[in-house]
């Protein structure tokens, strides 16, 4: 690498070891898509779209204190953590579950990896379709089922109910990224070197030491890629609710990028990049000291 | 033996959904909506697909290879112009070293982590400024940049694999950064270059919200379209058209899975 400057080359912009050149039409894309976008959101979050004057007005802080004094936003914040945080832990605790009972060298189990990389690949709004019929009020698979086990009642619905509506929409969610988890941890389980285990195995350890010893040390790494991952795409979720409830019922089911969504079809559009904005802010800083914290590396 | 009981339990749950929905597009519509389900035992009927295929008296007749072409459009102009981006970027990032490196791939990491809302809300008016509303180049454009932190950093993992022995041995025998590329680092990762393509077109297919917002009334893309027909009452219909727009995934991704785990973790986990 140090004795790259000894080669003689003809030609300078394309040949060069700058980074630059190379980099370039990848930079352009992040300022257009991300810097820009930023910015501007910061920009709009001062402004306010007045109607009677159909132009955007200078607002000052307004939509901040407005974001700050509106319940529905808090609403929607408690709902986004709850839907990250309880998706998140259900995945990886399922997840984990089914990669231990997949994972062996047997070609029967094959199959079933393959099943599980499917509902990765279907489109989001197409399983929340799925799902809302499933799910249906009087022509539900779901909700007969869960009738007829008594753990509702006859006239209870779960997609109108405000208590079940959240965990209606949860469910797709665990549907379609569990193996996502599982893929993951599978993966990473296939690649332990198998010494370890050969000798805790002579020592006697019980299945559960080895694995809260072994397993889950060792695997700390690929847990921490695929929380990160998901978290990330939990925290941004959008497609499910705005299939499965639009949020509702009343506001029970709004996610933030949800309620920003409506706001801005609302034409409130300062306040709706406020709360994206303040979304965004806050994935940004949790994403990135969780990359510093559990060391994560690319 | 218990054990693959279970396993095979575990599939069959996970594939229910999907089984779900391909019955319900060959069931007629008493069957679709019978209680206790008719899982097995149905009248096969595949009379939707004929007014799925050709015309319908539900929409206009080009309705459903309209939607299917928008998709494909944004998919392949997507996952094209992301790859062509991700070669030279992940190349430099994988042969080239700089300072602020890392930082520059914890920017990469951060794209990745922004709220699509946060997105789309100020594309949407840069759009309408430039007249990008409703065209293929806008949702390909924004698409591009969805995909584009997964394919540099899955490239450059790609990239990693190859020795940097024979980037060397051809640096002294004279041949250009560029010639590198073409010559030595495209062959030797096809693999690389296949899986990326095919991811970037997949997410580009499922994407949905900025489709959403971006395509008024002209293009809509096969999510949009499905969300679309909840309000109105044709589960068979829904039914049959996402079948068929699901089934060329379902191919494609079972020809890239040994790859897929890296292509979720952006290339930091290995098969």
Not at chain 2, 154 to 164: C, G, T, V
Not at chain 2, 228 to 233: A, E, G, H, M, V
Request: aromatic share 16%; glycine share 6%.
């Amino acid at each position: 690498m140090d004795s790259k400057k000894s080669y003689s080359l003809p030609g300078g912009f394309i040949n060069s070891d700058s980074s630059l050149p190379w980099l370039l039409p990848l930079i352009t894309m992040l300022v257009v898509f991300a810097i820009i976008p930023f910015f501007y959101n910061i920009y709009l979050s001062f402004h306010e779209f007045v109607p009677a004057k159909r132009a955007l007005l200078f607002v000052g802080w307004d939509n901040w204190i407005r974001l700050f004094t509106d319940e529905v936003f808090w609403g929607s914040l408690k709902v986004s953590l709850y839907y990250t945080f309880m998706c998140l832990a259900i995945q990886l605790v399922l997840g984990m579950g089914i990669a231990l009972l997949i994972d062996s060298d047997d070609p029967g189990f094959g199959i079933i990896r393959s099943i599980l990389t499917l509902t990765l690949v279907i489109p989001p709004a197409i399983a929340g379709m799925i799902f809302l019929i499933m799910e249906d009020a009087n022509y539900g698979l779901i909700t007969w089922g869960l009738k007829s086990m008594g753990l509702i009642g006859q006239e209870d619905t779960i997609l109108a109910d405000p208590t079940l509506a959240l965990w209606g929409v949860m469910l797709v969610d665990i549907w379609q990224w569990t193996p996502f988890m599982v893929l993951i941890l599978v993966a990473g389980l296939r690649s332990l070197p198998s010494e370890p285990f050969e000798s805790a195995m002579i020592d006697g350890a019980r299945p559960f030491q080895v694995f809260r010893r072994l397993t889950l040390p060792m695997l700390h790494k690929v847990i921490a890629v695929a929380v990160l991952i998901r978290g990330i795409d939990l925290w941004r979720m959008v497609d499910y609710v705005f299939v499965l409830t639009s949020g509702g019922p009343g506001t029970s089911t709004y996610t933030l990028s949800l309620y920003a969504w409506q706001r801005f079809t609302f034409v409130q559009w300062g306040y709706g990049a406020t709360i994206s904005l303040f979304s965004l802010i806050v994935i940004l800083i949790v994403g990135n000291a969780f990359i510093h914290f559990a060391k994560v590396k690319w | 033996m218990l054990r693959k009981i279970f396993a095979y339990v575990v599939g069959v749950i996970f594939f229910f959904p999907i089984y779900f929905l391909i019955t319900s597009s060959f069931k007629n519509n008493i069957d679709i909506f019978a209680l206790p389900p008719k899982l097995f035992f149905f009248d096969i009927d595949f009379s939707i697909y004929e007014k799925v295929f050709f015309f319908s008296d539900i929409f206009e007749d080009n309705f459903f290879s309209s939607r299917i072409i928008d998709s494909l459009i944004i998919g392949i102009g997507s996952a094209s112009l992301t790859l062509i981006i991700a070669i030279y970027s992940g190349y430099c990032l994988s042969r080239i070293s700089f300072s602020y490196r890392k930082f520059f791939i914890l920017g990469i990491l951060s794209a990745r982590m922004m709220p699509l809302m946060a997105i789309t809300i100020p594309i949407y008016f840069l759009y309408a400024k430039l007249n990008l509303i409703d065209t293929y180049t806008g949702i390909i454009l924004v698409h591009t940049f969805i995909n584009l932190p997964l394919a540099v950093l899955l490239l450059k993992s790609f990239f990693d694999e190859i020795p940097k022995q024979i980037d060397e041995n051809a640096f002294i025998d004279g041949a250009s950064r560029l010639k590198i590329i073409h010559k030595i680092i495209i062959p030797s990762a096809k693999n690389g270059l296949a899986v990326t393509f095919i991811l970037s077109f997949i997410f580009s297919w499922t994407e949905f919200i900025c489709a959403l917002m971006i395509g008024q009334m002209n293009i809509k893309t096969v999510p949009v379209q499905a969300s679309i027909l909840k309000t109105i009452p044709s589960w068979d219909y829904m039914a049959a058209f996402t079948t068929i727009s699901i089934i060329p995934v379902f191919i494609m991704i079972l020809l890239v899975k040994n790859h897929f785990v890296r292509g979720l973790t952006l290339g930091s986990i290995k098969e």
